[in-house]
């Protein structure tokens, strides 16, 4: 029997080690792109990182998790590029993702952009406004809904910024397809300032809320060379 639990325990551990090296790795086709991992499964790189509160987002098990929350983003500024990543959401989940952040120290909602991650399906969310669901740009353009996976599995999320184009894809769908331009010197759907909206370029990065929100497979590629 002790046999028997030792091999079974063996196998385990060999399935869970195989299941983890096929994460926080670039494709052949990533590498072939000049796509760039952001987070290698292990630890949270100060060359790559920074991070408003520490140890806002520790690793566990291969994976960054939002635990006190804050803004954590990269020590690079992004100008176009695309920003992949996988994450699973707890009951009730709320996070966010900053592009073209202007400073880890503000919120990125208005000071460059967010991209909403949230459980939207959740009870406590039922009021929401068009421009809060997932995938949203946070106040100003609403996300296509209902293709979230159910909550404590693991979605594929791809943000694209072009110029004053953005796309936001969810496990293969598009969900967002707006040109920022529509909104230049007009009233914006919130009816709130977001001086950060039409930034060139800025941080990127998850945006805490202390929900358990976890993420892995992180990288990104930039299109220009800013």
């Known amino acids: 029997m002790k046999q028997l639990l030792s091999i079974a325990l063996a196998l385990f551990v060999g399935m869970s080690a195989t299941a983890q090296s096929t994460q926080n790795i670039l494709s052949p086709a990533e590498k072939e792109e000049g796509f760039q991992l952001l987070f290698d499964g292990n630890e949270l790189s100060p060359e790559i990182w920074q991070a408003a509160v520490i140890p806002g987002y520790p690793v566990e098990n291969g994976e960054i998790v939002?635990?006190?929350?804050?803004?954590?983003?990269?020590?690079?500024?992004?100008?176009?590029?695309?920003?992949?990543?996988?994450?699973?959401?707890?009951?009730?989940?709320?996070?966010?993702?900053?592009?073209?952040?202007?400073?880890?120290?503000?919120?990125?909602?208005?000071?460059?952009?967010?991209?909403?991650?949230?459980?939207?399906?959740?009870?406590?969310?039922?009021?929401?406004?068009?421009?809060?669901?997932?995938?949203s740009i946070y106040g100003i353009v609403p996300a296509k809904r209902g293709f979230l996976k159910p909550v404590g599995e693991w979605n594929s999320e791809e943000i694209t910024a072009k110029g004053t184009k953005i796309t936001v894809k969810v496990n293969d769908e598009i969900i967002v397809d707006a040109d920022l331009a529509a909104f230049k010197d007009k009233p914006l759907p919130d009816g709130k300032e977001h001086p950060g909206l039409f930034r060139e370029k800025g941080f990127v990065g998850f945006l805490g809320h202390s929900d358990p929100v976890r993420f892995r497979n992180i990288r990104i590629k930039r299109l220009d060379g800013n």
Not at 70 to 78: S, Y
Request: some cysteine; hydrophobic content about 35%.
């Open 66 to 135: 939002c635990r006190k929350g804050g803004n954590l983003f990269t020590v690079e500024e992004f100008g176009d590029f695309v920003f992949r990543f996988e994450f699973v959401l707890p009951p009730g989940g709320n996070n966010g993702v900053g592009i073209r952040a202007e400073s880890i120290n503000k919120d990125a909602a208005y000071h460059g952009m967010e991209i909403q991650i949230l459980d939207d399906g959740h009870e406590k969310y039922k009021n929401l406004k068009e421009w809060q669901v997932h995938g």
